[in-house]
T-cell receptor
Framework: GAGVSQSPSNKVTEKGKDVELRCDPI?????LYWYRQSLGQGLEFLIYFQGNSAPDKSGLPSDRFSAERTGGSVSTLTIQRTQQEDSAVYLC?????????????FGPGTRLLVL | QKEVEQNSGPLSVPEGAIASLNCTYSDRGSQSFFWYRQYSGKSPELIMF????GDKEDGRFTAQLNKASQYVSLLIRDSQPSDSATYLCAGGGGGSNYKLTFGKGTLLTVNP
């Protein structure tokens, strides 16, 4: 079946602009995660959705970052007033909910460049 | 603060050798452990997961888990140049916590 999809694949924006990143999880996956990965760095957890609610927003770097999920499916990550330090690859992953922490499957990522 | 530690490498092995990748974790409540492979410029892809103490084998890959020592490893037998990538260790689970904590990854280079 179809994997996790993300759009756009690449985004170049000017400092101060807002951007929206989209994630389509695997059908039937109720858990959705957003991560950020800067060049040569590890995965930085941003936010986790269980259905439409976000029980863990602890990784959002600032109040310029927000995310929502509707219909238990698509999620959007919004970055307002982008800064150059926001440049990174934004990865989305989804999983079935399981008491053990089910396997997360990653999308291809959105490469964001803030000029 | 839950942490997963990995040697950043780079780990360099000759083709055909065994590559050994190691990981330690701080949260004793973690129940599930995952190894992901990430090629440069690509997203992570799952190689293996392990829940129980001991070894789990899948083809050329063997994952080992020792919960008493809070240690997870990945052995790659008959290493190939195509195995050259960054390997991410992740741990999580326990109760209703589905969040995984990732290590920073170990860069593996397999030399022909």
């Amino acid at each position: 079946g179809a994997g996790v999809s993300q759009s756009p694949s690449n985004k170049v924006t000017e400092k101060g602009k807002d951007v929206e990143l989209r994630c389509d999880p695997i059908s039937g996956h109720t858990a959705l995660y957003w991560y950020r990965q800067s060049l040569g760095q590890g995965l930085e957890f941003l936010i986790y959705f269980q259905g439409n609610s976000a029980p863990d927003k602890s990784g959002l770097p600032s109040d310029r970052f927000s995310a929502e999920r509707t219909g238990g499916s698509v999620s959007t990550l919004t970055i307002q007033r982008t800064q150059q330090e926001d440049s990174a690859v934004y990865l989305c992953a989804s999983s079935l909910e399981d008491w053990r922490a089910e396997t997360q499957y990653f999308g291809p990522g959105t490469r964001l460049l803030v000029l | 603060q839950k942490e997963v530690e990995q040697n950043s490498g780079p780990l360099s092995v000759p083709e055909g050798a065994i590559a050994s990748l190691n990981c330690t974790y701080s949260d004793r409540g973690s129940q599930s452990f995952f190894w992901y492979r990430q090629y440069s410029g690509k997203s992570p892809e799952l190689i293996m997961f392990i829940y129980s103490n001991g070894d789990k084998e899948d083809g050329r890959f063997t994952a080992q888990l020792n919960k008493a020592s809070q240690y997870v490893s990945l052995l790659i037998r008959d290493s190939q140049p195509s195995d050259s990538a960054t390997y991410l260790c992740a741990g999580g689970g326990g109760g209703s916590n589905y969040k995984l904590t990732f290590g920073k990854g170990t860069l593996l280079t397999v030399n022909p």
